[in-house]
């Protein structure tokens, strides 16, 4: 079975440290996103990845960056953490444009 | 921007009732998303459609191009059914990722 596999489930950190949520797909898929996801606002999308090295700019950009130094790992990094931070992100890949999205199981993060 | 809307909100019916969900969106787009939610956070890819109509199992999805909405049913509905069903758009013009519609919470009760 494909997966998305993002290495936490729930996450407490402290106002001004620098996160690191971490995304793995086994399924040699090309494109990569983040989405953070909040009560009446939905999934909003933070970045993406169309291959390695690759980034571009969600609608939600400010206070992150990504990494993709491999294809299959792609990671979210809160520069300096801040209470509005605090969110469920989800991971996602898809092979190409004409197939669906694979969705991790999330990450509960709160920043205190 | 593309802007998506659902309809209802929140969706209480009982086991056996048949269930729709609506989504319409404001500008073309290549392609919309059913997606499932359940409680603690995963979310399912359950189609993906850019025009008529697509089954899987009790569930079916369709999609009218010109009106610019989509809906899924559910037939027979189950208490497992109970979830966030969640639609989301993809733009043509080569933009990528998702804009998402803010989610439809059914419940159902046995």
């Known amino acids: 079975d494909v997966k998305v596999t993002q290495s936490s489930r729930y996450l407490v950190k402290r106002t001004g440290e620098k996160v690191f949520l971490e995304c793995v797909q086994d399924?040699?898929?090309?494109?990569m996103f983040w989405y953070r996801q909040d009560p009446g606002l939905g999934l909003r999308l933070i970045y993406f990845?169309?291959?390695?090295?690759?980034?571009e700019k969600g609608d939600i950009p400010e206070g992150y960056s990504v990494s993709r130094e491999k294809k299959e790992r792609f990671s979210l990094i809160l520069e300096s953490a801040s209470t509005n931070q605090t969110s469920m992100y989800l991971c996602?890949?898809?092979?190409?444009?004409?197939?669906?999205?694979?969705f991790g199981s999330g990450t509960r993060l709160t920043i205190v | 921007k593309n802007e998506v809307e659902q309809s209802p909100q929140n969706l209480t019916a009982q086991e056996g009732e048949f269930i729709t969900i609506n989504c319409s969106y404001s500008?073309?787009?290549?392609?919309l998303h059913w997606l499932q939610q359940h409680p603690g956070g995963g979310i399912v890819s359950l189609f993906m459609?850019?025009?008529g109509k697509k089954k899987h199992g009790r569930l079916i999805a369709t999609i009218n191009i010109q009106e610019k909405h989509s809906s899924l049913h559910i037939t027979a509905s189950h208490p497992r059914d109970s979830a966030v069903y969640i639609c989301?758009?993809?733009?043509?013009?080569?933009?990528?990722?998702?804009?998402f519609g803010k989610g439809t919470h059914l419940i159902i009760q046995p």
């Open positions: 996602a890949s898809r092979a190409d444009i004409s197939y669906g999205y694979t």
């Open positions: 399924m040699d898929h090309e494109n």
């Open positions: 990845s169309y291959d390695v090295k690759m980034k």
């Open positions: 500008v073309g787009i290549s392609a």
């Open positions: 459609l850019s025009s």
């Open positions: 989301a758009a993809r733009a043509g013009g080569g933009a990528d990722g998702l804009t």
